[in-house]
């Protein structure tokens, strides 16, 4: 069975500041996607990244970037110069390839991160 | 950019009614996803539907719960006697490769 642990409940910063959300994942597989999703206060789930498990290089994407690690299992990703907008609650997720035709996402429990002007 | 819809945006009915819920996933994605999430909980799998058929379904989808494709476009998630417990906000999501999940808006059932 998947798990997916995020630590941080709730985090609120001042606008510009880097914040970093932390992600924890458990899976025996050895192939799994992670993701970040996003859902601000409108409630939907906005895609924001993705990584694979054979791919650990770690990148940034504008203002985002993320910090993949397979040997401690986490998948941080951290904002940086954070903006009032970024205020939403952020999910990490896990799937696996388990040779079928579904890959489910595990979600972990958010954490809400406020951004104050 | 191509999206996923859903409809309605909100439903309220009474315990022991049927609710479907609709969903139109974007147009050259094969695999198709139903997840809920209660208020203030985290985003719970419900099913997922690939080539015409249920893949995988947890535990919350009891018999009460169904899904189909009718007509090639559309997903639908139908609830047949809902209860208390089933007010929550229902998300549908369709990918086109097997990884990457693109979710609807979210349909907020509230349970009577």
């Known amino acids: 069975a998947q798990k997916v642990t995020q630590a941080q409940t709730e985090i609120s910063v001042v606008e510009k500041e880097d914040v970093t959300l932390d992600c924890v994942y458990e899976?025996?597989?050895?192939?799994?996607?992670l993701f970040w999703y996003k859902q601000p206060p409108s409630g939907e789930l906005v895609f924001l990244i993705r990584?694979?498990?054979?791919?650990?290089q770690n990148e940034i994407s504008g203002r985002y970037s993320w910090n993949f690690q397979k040997s401690t299992s986490s998948f941080n990703f951290t904002i940086t110069a954070s903006q009032v907008v970024d205020s939403a609650v952020y999910f990490c997720?896990?799937?696996?390839?388990?040779?079928?035709?579904?890959?489910?996402?595990?979600f972990g429990k958010g954490t809400l991160l406020t951004v104050n002007p | 950019e191509p999206e996923v819809t859903q409809t309605p945006s909100h439903q309220v009915t009474q315990m022991g009614q049927e609710v479907i819920l609709r969903c139109v996933p974007i147009?050259?994605?094969?695999?198709f996803y139903w997840y809920r999430q209660i208020l203030g909980q985290k985003v719970e799998f419900l099913v997922s539907f690939y080539n015409n058929e249920i893949s995988e379904k947890s535990e919350i989808f009891d018999d009460q719960f169904s899904v189909e494709r009718p007509d090639g476009s559309n997903f639908t998630l139908k609830i047949r006697s809902t209860k208390l417990e089933d007010s929550a906000m229902y998300f549908c999501?369709?990918?086109?490769?097997?990884?990457?999940?693109?979710f609807g808006p979210g349909t907020r059932l509230l349970v009577l």
């Open positions: 997720a896990l799937s696996v390839d388990s040779g079928g035709s579904n890959y489910k996402l595990t």
């Open positions: 990584r694979n498990s054979f791919d650990e």
């Open positions: 999501a369709s990918g086109g490769d097997e990884e990457t999940q693109y």
């Open positions: 899976t025996r597989d050895t192939t799994y996607y």
């Open positions: 147009s050259n994605h094969l695999y």
